[in-house]
């Protein structure tokens, strides 16, 4: 079954760039011009949209893009202008270890988010999309729960955010990524991590 993805302007779950593209740089900013800390129910929750994959059917990960500064993170994931960085997966991969495993049999694993080049309200969903099964995205310091996602409100273009991102177990993932001016889908696949791999 082929991944369908119903996006807001040109974005798609696979961006199909190559390992070697050129780096991603930080876009010039851009502002919906809230009030950080805002309430959150000015904005509601656009509807979410995942690209699904079959049981058997490859998981259609996307491809890391080279990140131009690296003292943030050397890769990233999806066209932003949020970003998971593509350092805490290999290879698309996010490894799961017995030491990442929950009292409820879910997997906690960091990921850290780069916004780059924007303001406003963002919406970080997940879901598996090739079996039953659960995710979620936590911002460590910032915003709240919300329409099953992770809600907060940017105040800088530039923001560095902690997060962890937490799976049912081993499958084919996808985050949804929301904001005023755009809707984007990163898919990722988690599994267990090889016993000499890196965490």
Same mark, same amino acid.
């Given at each position: 079954?082929? %991944?369908?993805?119903?996006?807001?302007?040109?974005? /798609?779950?696979?961006?199909?760039?190559?390992?070697? %593209?050129?780096?991603?740089?930080?876009?010039? /900013?851009?502002? /919906?011009? +809230?009030?950080? &800390?805002?309430?959150? %129910?000015?904005?509601?929750?656009?509807?979410?949209?995942?690209?699904? /994959?079959?049981?058997?059917?490859?998981?259609?990960?996307?491809?890391? !893009?080279?990140?131009?500064?690296?003292?943030?993170?050397?890769?990233?994931?999806?066209?932003?202008?949020?970003?998971?960085?593509?350092?805490?997966? #290999?290879?698309?991969?996010?490894?799961?270890?017995?030491?990442?495993?929950?009292?409820? &049999?879910?997997?906690?694993?960091?990921? !850290?988010?780069?916004?780059?080049?924007?303001?406003?309200?963002?919406?970080?969903? =997940?879901?598996?999309?090739?079996?039953?099964?659960?995710?979620?995205?936590?911002?460590?310091?910032?915003?709240?729960?919300?329409?099953?996602?992770?809600? =907060?409100?940017? &105040?800088?273009?530039?923001?560095?955010? +902690?997060?962890?991102?937490?799976?049912? &177990? +081993?499958?084919?993932?996808?985050?949804?990524?929301?904001? #005023?001016?755009?809707?984007?889908?990163?898919?990722?696949?988690?599994?267990?991590?090889?016993?000499?791999?890196?965490?």
């Amino acid at each position: 079954m082929s %991944a369908v993805v119903l996006l807001a302007s040109s974005v /798609a779950a696979c961006d199909g760039a190559s390992p070697d %593209a050129a780096p991603v740089s930080p876009p010039a /900013a851009t502002s /919906a011009s +809230p009030v950080p &800390g805002a309430p959150s %129910a000015g904005w509601p929750a656009p509807p979410l949209r995942l690209p699904s /994959a079959g049981p058997g059917d490859a998981c259609p990960v996307t491809e890391p !893009r080279p990140w131009s500064d690296t003292d943030q993170a050397s890769r990233v994931l999806g066209p932003g202008p949020l970003y998971p960085v593509a350092d805490y997966f #290999v290879d698309g991969v996010l490894q799961l270890r017995d030491e990442d495993r929950e009292q409820d &049999g879910t997997y906690t694993k960091k990921v !850290r988010w780069i916004g780059s080049g924007y303001t406003g309200p963002v919406l970080v969903r =997940a879901a598996r999309i090739d079996a039953p099964g659960s995710a979620t995205v936590t911002f460590s310091y910032t915003g709240e729960p919300r329409d099953d996602g992770h809600y =907060a409100v940017l &105040g800088d273009p530039e923001s560095d955010l +902690p997060a962890t991102t937490t799976v049912s &177990g +081993p499958g084919c993932y996808a985050y949804q990524v929301d904001g #005023v001016s755009f809707s984007v889908a990163v898919v990722f696949r988690a599994a267990p991590a090889a016993l000499d791999g890196p965490s």
